[in-house]
């Protein structure tokens, strides 16, 4: 099995110098890639900018803006059989980048931001029925209602519902959610914990018999 998996931040940039971004770390992607080797599977990462390091035996594509990702990520996944999509894409870009450094006047800056394409939604639209795909929800409120909102919107097969507290740590708690609502698996632990439990949930309930 090929897994494509996204990872880390997206930046989106005012002007040469400034970026919108966040804080996601990558660690969550770094964990899934080497779950899934663990298992046997290819590997394809493609990420943000992180100071993590994945495994030397996925192959890794790093990208800076969600443009960049989403195209990337058009190109791998007609070549593989799923989609992992742990990466925290910024969802908003300035409509206008500066070409100078943005000087300080003493006067309010304003900006307009528009909202970025969505990356698993978009994989989501355009799989087989033989690829699946997983996306993640980082929620601060009403998380199981808006996760499966997302699920729907997505057309994701399954989604990992975290909270902020899962940002550049080490440890992680999720609820994983079928497209029925149901929650089907539930893991507290550190990242590699989760993500090998993830990993071995995709084996057994996502994974096309061939």
Known sequence: MKVLITSGPTRQYLDPVRFISNASSGVMGRELAQAALDAGHEVIVVSGPVRVSYPTAAKVITVETTEQMLAACLQEFVHCDGLIGAAAPCDYRPIEIANHKIRKTGEPLSLVLVETADIVATLGQQKRKDQWTVGFAL????????????????????????????????????????????????????????????????????????
């Open 139 to 210: 929620e601060t409120e009403d998380a199981h209602f808006r996760a499966i909102t997302k699920l729907q919107k997505k057309m994701c097969d399954l989604v990992v519902v975290n909270s902020p507290a899962a940002i550049d740590a080490e440890d992680n708690a999720v609820d994983v959610v079928n497209p029925t609502s149901k929650i089907v698996l539930q893991v507290a632990g550190t990242k590699a914990m989760v993500a090998r439990a993830l990993i071995h949930y995709i084996d057994h309930h996502l994974v096309k018999p061939r």
